[in-house]
C-alpha cells in the first residue's frame, strides 16, 4: 500500500508527517488543507528532508494482509466459533446470536488490547521518494476555488 504525506516537523531522524487523502489532486492546495488530509503519521526516515517536502511510503503487501485478516476475518471467524459454542450448550437460536456477538465483542476487546500493549514492532514503512514541495499550482490539474 503506497501513501504519501507532507513533512511538518522533523526530531532527528523521526519525521512527522501529514498524510494525504488518495486522490489526484491530494497535494494542490487549491481546495484547502483541511479537507484533505487523513491523519498524521511518524516514520523514521535516513535521507535529507524539510519541513514541506512530500514523501512517499509503502507497508509491505504481507503486512498489511497480516492485519487485514487480524481485523476483519478473526472476528467472524470468532463469531461463527460463539455461535456454535452456544448451540452445543443447548440455547436457543436467540440465545446462541447473543453468544456469538459476546464472543466478537471480546475478540474485538483482545484486538484492541494486543495493539495497545503487546505490539512493541510497530509497523515498517519503507519510503520511496522525498520530493520538494515547491508551491505551485496549476490550473490544468486542480479547480481551485
Known amino acids: 500500500m503506497e501513501s504519501s504525506g507532507k513533512v511538518v516537523?522533523?526530531?532527528?531522524?523521526?519525521?512527522?508527517?501529514?498524510?494525504?487523502?488518495e486522490s489526484t489532486c491530494s497535494h494542490c492546495s487549491g481546495?484547502?488543507?483541511?479537507?484533505?488530509?487523513?491523519?498524521?503519521?511518524?516514520?523514521?526516515?535516513?535521507?535529507?528532508?524539510?519541513?514541506?517536502?512530500?514523501?512517499?511510503?509503502q507497508m509491505k503487501d504481507s503486512k498489511f494482509l497480516k492485519i487485514g485478516f487480524l481485523v476483519y476475518i478473526v472476528p467472524i471467524?470468532?463469531?461463527?466459533?460463539?455461535?456454535n459454542i452456544g448451540t452445543k450448550l443447548g440455547y436457543t437460536e436467540k440465545g446462541s446470536a447473543a453468544m456469538a456477538f459476546l464472543f466478537l465483542a471480546i475478540t474485538f476487546v483482545i484486538i484492541h488490547l494486543i495493539d495497545k500493549f503487546i505490539v512493541k514492532e510497530k509497523v515498517q514503512m519503507e519510503v520511496l521518494k522525498v520530493e520538494k514541495d515547491d508551491g505551485e499550482m496549476t490550473?490544468?490539474?486542480c479547480d481551485a476555488k
Not at 526530531?11 to 508527517?17: M, R, S, Y
Request: aromatic fraction near 6%; include cysteine.
Open 9 to 21: 516537523a522533523i526530531n532527528g531522524n523521526k519525521v512527522t508527517l501529514r498524510m494525504y487523502r
Open 31 to 57: 481546495c484547502g488543507e483541511d479537507t484533505k488530509v487523513a491523519k498524521e503519521l511518524v516514520l523514521e526516515i535516513n535521507q535529507d528532508v524539510e519541513i514541506g517536502d512530500i514523501v512517499t511510503f
Open 77 to 83: 471467524i470468532m463469531m461463527i466459533i460463539g455461535f
Open 139 to 141: 490550473q490544468d490539474t
